[in-house]
C-alpha cells in the first residue's frame, strides 16, 4: 500500500492509504488550510508561513505511517523551493529553509528507526538569475509588435532579481505579428500568421540573447514534444 502527503497530483486519487494532496487555491480563497470537496483538507502552498506548513506535513505524515502503515509513504517539503523562489538560492532565507526541511526529514528518520529506506527527489533546481530579457523588446525593434498599444499589466513571479525585472503585459487585439509569452529560460511566441514565422525567428536569432529558435516543424522533437 502506498500513502501521500502534500504530493502533487494525488488530488481525487483512489487506492492511497492515506491523501492529503498538493492543491494551489484560488486567489480569492482565504490562505490556510481549507476544507476539500472530497472530504478531506487541501493546504494552500500560496501562504507564507512554509515552514509551519513542512512540520504539518510530517505530523501528518507520522500519523498516516502509525494508523495506515503503507509500505511506501511519499512526503512532499515546500519551505526550501519557497524561498529560493524568492530569494537568493543561497541567500539566509534558503539557508534557513535547508535547516527547516533537514529538522523535518530528521522527525521521520528517529521516528521510523532502522530498516527504512529513504530517497531523497527534486524536480529542479535553481540558478541566480541576476538579468533578464524582454524578447517583446526584440519582436517590437523587428516592426512585429506595437508595444505602445502594450498596458504593463503588473510584475510577473520568479526567484530573485527575475522577480523583479519580469514584467506582464495586457495584449490589444491585433496589436501585434509576434508575441512572446516568457517563462524561466524559454519563452512561447505567438504569431497572428504562419506568415510572420520567418520574421520573427529572424529577429530571434539576431539576439544576442536567444540561444535557439524551435518551431513546429524542427527540432520540438527533440524535447519530446512531438
Known sequence: SAGAVLWPLTHGMS?????????????D????????ADGG???????EESALLDHFVTDQALACAAGKRPELLAVHYVAVD????RGRRDGLRARLARSTVDAE???????????????VVSDHGFSTVEQTVDLNRVLSA????????????GSGSGSGSSARNRTAYKVA?????????????????????????????AALTLSECVDTVLDNSRGLGQLGLR
Open 41 to 47: 483538507e487541501l493546504v494552500d502552498l500560496l501562504g
Open 15 to 27: 487506492g492511497l492509504a492515506c491523501n492529503l494532496p498538493e492543491v494551489y487555491v484560488p486567489s
Open 105 to 119: 526529514i530528521g522527525r521521520l528518520v528517529t521516528t521510523f528507526g532502522p530498516g527504512t529506506v529513504y530517497v
Open 29 to 36: 480563497v482565504p490562505k490556510g488550510v481549507v476544507p476539500a
Open 82 to 85: 519557497t524561498a529560493r523562489h
Open 173 to 201: 487585439k491585433g496589436s501585434f505579428k509576434a508575441l512572446a509569452v516568457q517563462g524561466t529560460g524559454f519563452a512561447f511566441i505567438y504569431l497572428s500568421s504562419p506568415a510572420d514565422a520567418v520574421a520573427a525567428t
Open 142 to 153: 523587428a516592426g512585429l509588435l506595437n508595444k505602445k498599444v502594450l498596458g504593463k499589466a
